[in-house]
C-alpha cells in the first residue's frame, strides 16, 4: 500500500483506505460490531463512517481525528461506489533461502531414486499401520468422506483450501512417524504438465486396497474389505483433463483479484473462474476411485493431487500479496464472517482454524514451484457499477457467459458432471465433486443447488440449439445420463460478455 498524500481525487481501498484505520480504531470498533479491518466492513459502513468522523466523534483522540483533506478522500471513494484497487504483483520473491526447520514441498517429478524411495518408505510404513491406529493410511484417508459416522465435507465453500491446506499438514505428520522418515514432505503433481507420472504406476502409489468395510451413512456397504482404488489410463487423464478445461480454470483462478473467484465457488454458486471449478474436474478426470469422494483420499494420488492444490493458493497468496491474515481478508469481496466467527471458523477435525491457515511462512512450511511457470497478469477488477451514461461495443469473436441455473445436487448420487451442448454435441463439460449421498452432508445442503458458468465465443452456440446433459452414477455404478427434470430442471441463460 502507499502512504496517501491527502486528498486523494480517485482513491482506492488497498491504495488509500485501508491504512486511514489504526489497530485501536479496528479494534475498538471491532467490539461494536463494526468491522474496519475488511473492505466488505468498510463499504458496508461507509456512510456512518463518514458522518461520525466529520462530526469529530470518530475517532474519540484528538491525535487521531481525520484533517478536511482526509475526509474529501472517503468522501470521493464514495462516491466513486467504493473501487477496491489492485494489488501489486510479481513484487515478492517466491521462495527464499529455506531454513532448516522448513518443509519445502517439491514436484515429484524432480525427485531423485533415493528421495522416491525414501517416500514409498513412508507410504507403505503409514499403509501397514493396523487400520485404528490414528496414523494409519485407512483412518487418514477416512477423514475425507468415509468410513460413517464421522464424516467431513469441506468443498464448494470458502473452508475449502484452508481444510485441505490443514489435511495435507496432517498426512504429512503421519508420513514423519515412521522411522527414518522424520524429514519428509509432502510432493506434488503438477497437474497443469498434463502427463501423469510413471511413478504412480509403482507400488505403493499405483492403488491401496481396504482393510475392511466403509460403512455408509444408510448403514450400508458399498465398498468392502479388499476394494482397491482404480483410476483411467494416462491417455484417458490427459484427454479429460483437457475436455474439462482444467488448465484454463488454474489460470484464471490464479488471475484472479478476489479471493471468491480464486476460490470459485461463492453463495453458492459458481464463478467465473476458480481453483474449485478445477479441483472438481481433476477429480472426474483421474477416476474411477477419484471421481467419487465417499473413497477419493484413498487413492494415494490424491495426496500428491491435493499437495498440488495447496501449493496453487499459496502461489496466488504470493501474487497477490496475500500471505497474512491482515493482508489475506483485505481480499475478500463479501461478508468475512466465515474467516471471522470463532465458530464457523473452525476446521474440524483438526485442531486449527481457517485464519491459521492463511501464512504457509508462519507454519514453517513453503512450495518450490516449477521451473518456468508462468502465472497470468492480473486482470484490474474494480468493484463499480456500469454507468447507463457508458458505452460499450461488440467484437467480431464476442465471448458468452452461459449460466446453468438450479442443478439441485441433493437428488444427484455422487460426483456428476454437465456438458455444454450445441445440437447435442459438447463443446464444454464442468464436474461437481460431492459424496453419494449429498442430502446427508451439512455443506451440501447449505449449498443445494450449484449454478454452473461456461465461458464460450458465442460463434459456437449462435446458430445452433444449446442444451445440457448431466451425467451421473445409474444403479451400475457407471455414469448414465441424468433426467434434467429429476435434477431440478434448471435454466439456461446466456449472457453476452461485454467490452466496455
Known amino acids: 500500500m502507499t502512504i496517501s498524500e491527502h486528498p486523494v481525487a480517485n482513491p482506492t481501498y488497498i491504495d488509500d483506505i485501508a491504512d486511514m484505520f489504526r489497530p485501536m480504531d479496528i479494534g475498538c470498533m471491532a467490539g461494536q460490531g463494526i468491522d474496519l479491518d475488511s473492505y466488505y466492513g468498510v463499504k458496508l459502513n461507509a456512510d456512518r463512517i463518514y458522518t461520525k468522523t466529520r462530526e469529530g466523534v470518530m475517532p474519540p483522540d484528538a491525535a487521531g481525528r481525520w484533517s478536511d483533506a482526509k475526509l474529501q478522500t472517503f468522501h470521493n471513494w464514495i462516491a466513486q461506489n467504493y473501487p477496491h484497487g489492485q494489488t501489486v504483483r510479481g513484487q515478492v520473491q517466491l521462495m527464499a ?74 498426512f504429512e505428520n503421519a508420513l514423519r512417524t515412521i522411522k527414518g522418515c522424520q524429514d519428509i514432505t509432502m510432493p506434488y503433481w503438477n497437474i497443469y504438465a498434463g502427463e501423469l507420472p510413471d511413478i504412480f504406476d509403482q507400488p505403493p502409489f499405483a492403488s491401496y486396497t481396504l482393510p475392511r468395510d466403509l460403512k455408509q451413512l444408510d448403514d450400508k456397504v458399498k465398498y468392502k474389505k479388499g476394494y482397491a482404488t482404480s483410476r483411467f489410463d494416462h491417455a484417458k487423464i490427459k484427454q479429460e483433463l483437457l475436455d474439462y478445461g482444467v488448465n484454463t480454470h488454474i489460470d484464471q483462478a490464479l488471475e484472479a483479484h478476489w479471493w471468491e473467484d480464486f476460490n470459485g465457488w461463492s453463495n453458492g454458486q459458481s464463478t467465473h473462474t476458480g481453483i474449485i471449478r478445477a479441483h472438481d474436474g481433476g477429480h472426474d478426470s483421474i477416476g474411477p476411485t477419484m471421481a467419487e469422494q465417499d473413497v477419493a483420499a484413498f487413492d494415494p494420488i490424491f495426496w500428491f493431487f491435493h499437495s498440488n492444490w495447496d501449493r496453487l493458493w499459496w502461489r496466488w497468496q504470493q501474487e497477490v ?26 476446521l474440524l477435525p483438526f485442531e486449527t482454524s481457517i485464519p491459521e491457515m492463511i501464512s504457509l511462512t508462519d507454519l514453517g ?61 459438447t463443446i464444454a463439460k464442468q464436474a461437481v465433486f460431492q459424496p ?65
Not at 468443498?155 to 495435507?168: D, G, L, S, T, V
Not at 452432508?441 to 442444451?467: E, H, W, Y
Not at 427434470?485 to 446466456?494: F, L, N, S
Open 321 to 346: 500479496q496475500a500471505t497474512t491474515v491482515p493482508s489475506f481478508k483485505k481480499l475478500i469481496h463479501e461478508d468475512p464472517f466465515w474467516f471471522t466467527d470463532d465458530v464457523i471458523n473452525k
Open 97 to 170: 533461502k529455506a531454513a532448516k526447520s522448513q518443509r519445502i514441498r517439491r514436484d515429484i517429478a524432480t525427485y531423485s531414486q533415493p528421495e522416491i524411495d525414501l517416500l514409498k518408505t513412508a507410504f507403505q510404513g503409514i499403509m501397514d499401520l493396523p487400520p485404528d491406529d490414528p496414523n494409519s493410511y485407512f483412518q487418514l484417508a477416512g477423514m475425507h468422506w468415509l468410513p460413517a459416522p464421522d464424516v467431513y465435507c469441506r468443498h464448494h465453500e470458502n473452508a475449502y483450501n484452508p481444510w485441505h491446506r490443514a489435511y495435507i499438514f496432517h
Open 436 to 500: 453419494q449421498m449429498p442430502e446427508e452432508c451439512p455443506t451440501c445442503v447449505k449449498n443445494a443447488f450449484a449454478n454452473l458458468v461456461f465461458d464460450v465465443d458465442m460463434a459456437q452456440i449462435a446458430s445452433g440449439r444449446v442444451g445440457v446433459e448431466i451425467m451421473a452414477n445409474g444403479p451400475s455404478g457407471a455414469r448414465e445420463v441424468f433426467s434434467a427434470k429429476t435434477a431440478g430442471d434448471p435454466q439456461i441463460q446466456v449472457h453476452m460478455v461485454l467490452n466496455e
Open 365 to 425: 512450511a513453503d512450495y518450490e514451484h516449477p521451473e518456468g511457470e508462468i502465472v497470468p497478469a492480473g486482470k484490474l477488477q474494480m468493484l463499480a457499477n456500469v454507468s447507463a451514461a457508458a458505452s460499450f461495443r461488440l467484437k467480431s469473436t464476442q465471448m458468452a457467459a452461459v449460466h446453468v441455473k438450479g442443478i439441485n445436487r441433493l437428488k444427484i448420487p455422487g460426483t456428476f458432471s454437465v456438458a455444454l451442448q450445441v445440437d447435442g454435441k
